[in-house]
């Protein structure tokens, strides 16, 4: 089986720097099989890199070199880490797009090497990096390794009075507000409101309700999430990530 190489950016697909990063991956380790997890990220939104990050890396086979770049602060004294947890690594920016990884993830810092472009550190940094791990070669040969890594993880959920209140961390291409409210907290007879607005109570799908209404259910990362069936609930509420989501029992 050859080496896989994931590619999770904010570059989008319009201009050249996906193809470039390519062009260095396969060029140095030309028997690496390359797949998207997506170049869609907002601009510079390391959270919800952190998000997609998170849902997609267990999903691959073991020795799989996770390439997320992120970087709004491409150039400056940001270190580019590359790490290793759980028979898998990961290449990224050291700015909170691993903060999902596991307590035990093994950290090194990549060295800059002179000729980098000061703007574009996933062709001239993490690619290589990438490509020489999927050759082999060991994390310890890359740089040495950190402990202060930059952390900042998704946010928790709280318990109040009568449920308990989390908030939106992600919305998908369909509108779907994606919330942290985990399935193990939500009982079948709660409420879920969204920025104080009633979404109803727990559903198993989008055709439980009628199209245009709100729709609650455990989405497949297994949390809680609303909906409009056949529509968009971000535009129809009004909300975007950050917004609370409450649930009452």
């Not at 990063?21 to 939104?45: C, N, W, Y």
């Not at 797009?97 to 810092?109: D, K, Q, R, Y």
């Not at 791990?133 to 998704?154: C, E, F, K, R, Y």
């Amino acid at each position: 089986m050859p080496p896989i190489v994931t590619l999770l950016t904010d570059f989008g697909v319009l201009d050249s720097y996906v193809a470039e990063m390519k062009g260095v991956l396969l060029s140095l380790a030309p028997r690496v099989e390359l797949v998207d997890v997506t170049h869609e990220i907002p601009p510079g939104d390391v959270r919800a890199a952190q998000y997609v990050l998170s849902r997609t890396w267990r999903r691959f086979p073991m020795s799989t070199v996770h390439l997320a770049v992120v970087d709004p602060g491409v150039g400056t004294a940001r270190r580019a880490l590359a790490a290793e947890v759980d028979g898998q690594f990961f290449l990224a920016p050291d700015n909170g797009v691993l903060s999902s990884l596991p307590e035990a993830t093994h950290f090194v810092s990549v060295a800059t090497p002179p000729s980098a472009s000061a703007t574009f550190h996933g062709r001239d940094v993490f690619a290589p990096a990438a490509a020489a791990i999927a050759n082999g070669t060991a994390l310890t040969h890359l740089g040495p390794t950190i402990t202060d890594v930059v952390v900042s993880p998704l946010p928790q959920p709280r318990q109040v009075a009568d449920g308990i209140v989390g908030e939106v961390i992600y919305v998908d291409r369909f509108g779907t507000l994606v919330s942290n409210l985990p399935i193990d907290k939500v009982g079948p007879r709660s409420k879920v409101s969204v920025a104080g607005r009633d979404a109803g109570p727990l559903r198993r799908t989008f055709a439980d309700v009628r199209p245009g209404e709100l729709v609650v259910f455990v989405g497949s990362g297994g949390a809680i999430e609303i909906a409009v069936r056949d529509g968009n609930a971000a535009r129809q509420l009004g909300v975007g990530v950050g917004a609370p989501v409450a649930m009452t029992r």
